[in-house]
C-alpha cells in the first residue's frame, strides 16, 4: 500500500478528524452489533494514546438529509464510551457553532463524536461549503471507513482538499493490504466463491479476475441466469433476462485452454417459495416450472467443498442461496466450513459483502477466515480494479 498511514503521522496535541463506520444495527436505541465499532478501535486507541484530539465522523442509515431522532449516533457514542472506558460526548450536529464549541474545549486524549453525517443531504453530494465546515474541526484526517471509501462524499473525499495531512488508519490499511494481495501476485491455486441475487452485481468482478483466478464457483439467485444460457429449465428461480448475454460473454472466456473455469451448481434444493419450511432436492440441474432454486444441492456442494480445499488463495463474496432461511442455509454453512478449513490448512481467505459476513458469523467461523472485510459495496469495487474515491484522495507515503 502506498498511502500515508496512521502511524506515519504525528498526532500529539493535533485534533484528527477521523472518519469511522459506525453504521450500526440498533434496537430500542442500543447497538445489537458493535463489529463495525469494535474495528476502529486500534486506530482510536492509538490516536488516544499519542495525545491527540479525536473528532470522529460517521453516518447512520439513510436519513437523505433529514433530522431522524431513530438514527442519531448516540448509541454508538454510549457503546463506544463502553469499550474505551472513556466518556465519549455527542454533538447536536456535525456542524455549526455549538459543535465547534465542543471542538475547542477537546483535551490530549479526548473524544468527540460528531452527530450523524447523512441528516444534512450535503454529506452524500460532496458539498464544497459543508466540506470546508467539517474539515475546519481537523488538523489532521484519518479515514478508517473502507465501508465508505467507494463513495465520494464530503467525510470521505470533500474534506481531504482543506486538510494538508491525509492518511489511512489501521482498518483502512489492513483492507487495503488483504484485498490488494487478491488481485496482485495470488499464490494458486485460486478460488473465487460468488453468490447473491444478481449476475448484474458482480460481473465486473468476475470479468476482472477470470485472468487471475484457477476456479470461479457460482451459487445464488445469479447462478440460475447462468444456468438459463446454457438452455437449461430454471423453473421460477430468480432470472435477469437482460443479463443472459452478459453471463454467456463471461461464459465464453472459460474452459478448456483458458485456465480458469466457472461452476455452475449441477443440482438443487428447490421449494414453492423462499418462506417455505423446507424443500427438495433435484436429481441434475434442471428445475421444474413450479419450483425456485433456493439453494445448492449436495452435488455441488460436494464439488465445490473439492475445489475450495486444495486452493491456496480464496476470495467469497456471497451466499450460495437464501441463508436467512435455516432450511436453506446448508450449502452456504458448507462453504464456510470450507474455507475455514482450507484457511487452517494455509490458505489465504477474504470475505466480503455484507450477507457473506453476515452467513460466516452465524456459522461461528469468522475468527477462522484471514481477513473479513468491512466493506460491501467497496470491496466489490476494490475487486473490479477501481480506484476507491476515499482511499485516491489519501496523502501518497
Given at each position: 500500500?502506498?498511502k500515508?498511514?496512521?502511524?506515519?503521522?504525528?498526532l500529539?496535541?493535533?485534533?484528527?478528524?477521523?472518519?469511522v463506520?459506525?453504521?450500526?444495527?440498533?434496537?430500542?436505541g442500543?447497538?445489537?452489533d458493535?463489529?463495525r465499532?469494535?474495528?476502529?478501535?486500534?486506530?482510536?486507541?492509538?490516536?488516544?494514546?499519542?495525545?491527540?484530539?479525536?473528532?470522529?465522523?460517521?453516518?447512520l442509515?439513510?436519513?437523505?438529509?433529514e433530522?431522524k431522532?431513530?438514527?442519531?449516533?448516540?448509541?454508538?457514542?454510549?457503546?463506544?464510551?463502553?469499550?474505551?472506558?472513556?466518556?465519549?460526548?455527542?454533538?447536536?450536529?456535525?456542524?455549526?457553532?455549538?459543535?465547534?464549541?465542543?471542538?475547542?474545549?477537546?483535551?490530549n486524549?479526548d473524544?468527540?463524536l460528531?452527530?450523524?453525517?447523512?441528516?444534512?443531504?450535503a454529506?452524500t453530494?460532496?458539498?464544497e461549503?459543508?466540506?470546508?465546515?467539517?474539515?475546519?474541526?481537523?488538523?489532521?484526517?484519518?479515514?478508517?471507513?473502507?465501508?465508505?471509501a467507494?463513495?465520494?462524499?464530503?467525510?470521505?473525499?470533500?474534506?481531504?482538499?482543506?486538510?494538508?495531512?491525509c492518511?489511512a488508519?489501521?482498518?483502512?490499511?489492513?483492507?487495503?493490504e488483504?484485498?490488494?494481495?487478491l488481485?496482485?501476485?495470488?499464490?494458486k491455486?485460486?478460488?473465487?466463491?460468488?453468490?447473491?441475487?444478481?449476475?448484474?452485481?458482480?460481473?465486473?468482478?468476475i470479468?476482472?479476475?477470470l485472468?487471475?483466478?484457477?476456479?470461479?464457483?457460482?451459487?445464488?439467485?445469479?447462478?440460475?441466469?447462468?444456468?438459463?444460457?446454457?438452455?437449461?429449465?430454471?423453473?421460477?428461480?430468480?432470472?435477469?433476462?437482460?443479463?443472459?448475454d452478459v453471463?454467456?460473454?463471461a461464459?465464453?472466456?472459460?474452459?478448456?485452454?483458458?485456465?480458469?473455469?466457472?461452476?455452475?451448481?449441477?443440482?438443487?434444493?428447490?421449494?414453492?417459495?423462499?418462506?417455505?419450511?423446507?424443500?427438495?432436492?433435484?436429481?441434475?440441474?434442471?428445475?421444474?416450472?413450479?419450483?425456485?432454486?433456493?439453494?445448492?444441492?449436495?452435488?455441488?456442494?460436494?464439488?465445490?467443498v473439492?475445489?475450495?480445499?486444495?486452493?491456496?488463495?480464496?476470495?467469497?463474496?456471497?451466499?450460495?442461496?437464501?441463508?436467512?432461511?435455516?432450511?436453506?442455509?446448508?450449502?452456504?454453512?458448507?462453504?464456510?466450513?470450507?474455507?475455514?478449513?482450507?484457511?487452517d490448512?494455509?490458505?489465504?481467505?477474504?470475505?466480503?459483502?455484507?450477507?457473506?459476513?453476515?452467513?460466516?458469523?452465524?456459522?461461528?467461523?469468522?475468527?477462522?477466515?484471514?481477513?473479513?472485510?468491512?466493506?460491501?459495496?467497496?470491496?466489490?469495487?476494490?475487486m473490479?480494479?477501481?480506484?476507491?474515491?476515499?482511499?485516491?484522495?489519501?496523502?501518497?507515503a
Amino acid at each position: 500500500m502506498n498511502k500515508l498511514t496512521i502511524d506515519q503521522v504525528d498526532l500529539m496535541g493535533k485534533r484528527v478528524l477521523m472518519r469511522v463506520d459506525f453504521n450500526v444495527p440498533l434496537k430500542d436505541g442500543v447497538v445489537t452489533d458493535d463489529t463495525r465499532i469494535q474495528r476502529a478501535l486500534p486506530s482510536i486507541k492509538k490516536i488516544m494514546d499519542e495525545g491527540g484530539k479525536l473528532i470522529l465522523m460517521s453516518h447512520l442509515g439513510r436519513p437523505k438529509g433529514e433530522v431522524k431522532p431513530e438514527l442519531s449516533l448516540k448509541p454508538a457514542a454510549e457503546r463506544l464510551s463502553d469499550l474505551i472506558g472513556k466518556y465519549v460526548a455527542i454533538t447536536p450536529d456535525c456542524i455549526g457553532g455549538e459543535t465547534s464549541e465542543m471542538v475547542g474545549k477537546l483535551q490530549n486524549g479526548d473524544v468527540l463524536l460528531l452527530e450523524n453525517l447523512r441528516f444534512h443531504i450535503a454529506e452524500t453530494k460532496n458539498d464544497e461549503a459543508f466540506s470546508k465546515e467539517l474539515a475546519a474541526f481537523g488538523d489532521v484526517y484519518i479515514n478508517d471507513a473502507f465501508g465508505t471509501a467507494h463513495r465520494a462524499h464530503a467525510s470521505t473525499a470533500g474534506v481531504t482538499n482543506y486538510i494538508e495531512t491525509c492518511a489511512a488508519g489501521y482498518l483502512m490499511q489492513r483492507e487495503l493490504e488483504s484485498l490488494g494481495r487478491l488481485l496482485h501476485g495470488a499464490e494458486k491455486p485460486y478460488v473465487a466463491i460468488l453468490g447473491g441475487a444478481k449476475v448484474s452485481d458482480k460481473i465486473e468482478v468476475i470479468n476482472n479476475l477470470l485472468g487471475t483466478v484457477n476456479n470461479i464457483l457460482i451459487g445464488g439467485g445469479m447462478a440460475y441466469t447462468f444456468l438459463k444460457t446454457q438452455g437449461k429449465t430454471i423453473g421460477k428461480s430468480l432470472l435477469e433476462a437482460d443479463k443472459l448475454d452478459v453471463a454467456q460473454h463471461a461464459l465464453d472466456k472459460t474452459g478448456e485452454g483458458a485456465g480458469v473455469a466457472i461452476n455452475l451448481p449441477v443440482d438443487h434444493v428447490v421449494a414453492a417459495g423462499i418462506d417455505a419450511a423446507g424443500g427438495n432436492t433435484t436429481d441434475d440441474v434442471e428445475i421444474a416450472e413450479s419450483d425456485i432454486g433456493v439453494d445448492i444441492g449436495p452435488k455441488t456442494m460436494a464439488t465445490y467443498v473439492d475445489i475450495i480445499k486444495n486452493a491456496k488463495t480464496i476470495f467469497w463474496n456471497g451466499p450460495m442461496g437464501v441463508f436467512e432461511n435455516p432450511a436453506f442455509a446448508k450449502g452456504t454453512l458448507a462453504i464456510a466450513q470450507a474455507v475455514a478449513d482450507a484457511t487452517d490448512a494455509g490458505a489465504f481467505s477474504v470475505v466480503g459483502g455484507g450477507d457473506s459476513v453476515s452467513a460466516l458469523n452465524k456459522s461461528g467461523l469468522s475468527d477462522k477466515i484471514s481477513h473479513v472485510s468491512t466493506g460491501g459495496g467497496a470491496s466489490l469495487e476494490f475487486m473490479t480494479g477501481k480506484k476507491l474515491p476515499g482511499v485516491d484522495v489519501l496523502n501518497d507515503a
